[in-house]
C-alpha cells in the first residue's frame, strides 16, 4: 500500500511537470505565439535586407562610373552639375517638388 502512494504521487508530480511545461509552450511568453511572431519577423527583415542589398548594388554601380580608370561622362557631368549648380545656356532646367 505505501508503494501505491508513492508511485501515485511520482505519476502526479510528474503529470504537473509535463503540464506546466506544456503550458508555458502554448501561452508563456516563448511559446508557440512567438514562435510564429519570429517568423513573420524573420521573413520581413529578409524582404528588407534583399531591398538594401540592391540599394548597394545600385550604389556600387554608381561609385563604379566614378572610378579614375574609367569615368563615365555622363555621370560627371550629373554630379558636377548637382554639386556647383550650373546649367548650360542650351539648357531646359525642370524643377521638381520633393
Same mark, same amino acid.
Given at each position: =500500500?505505501?508503494?501505491?502512494? !508513492? ?13 506546466? !511545461? ?9 511559446? !508557440?505565439?512567438? !514562435? ?38 555622363? =555621370?560627371?557631368?550629373? =554630379? ?19
Amino acid at each position: =500500500m505505501r508503494i501505491r502512494q !508513492f508511485d501515485l504521487a511520482v505519476t502526479f508530480v510528474c503529470l504537473a511537470t509535463l503540464g506546466y !511545461f506544456a503550458w508555458h509552450a502554448q501561452e508563456g511568453p516563448r511559446g !508557440f505565439p512567438y !514562435f510564429d511572431r519570429l517568423s513573420i519577423e524573420a521573413s520581413r527583415l529578409d524582404f528588407q535586407s534583399a531591398e538594401l542589398d540592391a540599394r548597394r548594388k545600385s550604389l556600387e554601380h554608381r561609385v563604379s562610373l566614378l572610378r579614375p580608370d574609367s569615368i563615365d561622362p555622363d =555621370m560627371l557631368d550629373e =554630379m558636377v552639375r548637382s554639386q556647383l549648380e550650373l546649367v548650360g545656356e542650351n539648357d531646359l532646367v525642370v524643377f521638381v517638388p520633393n
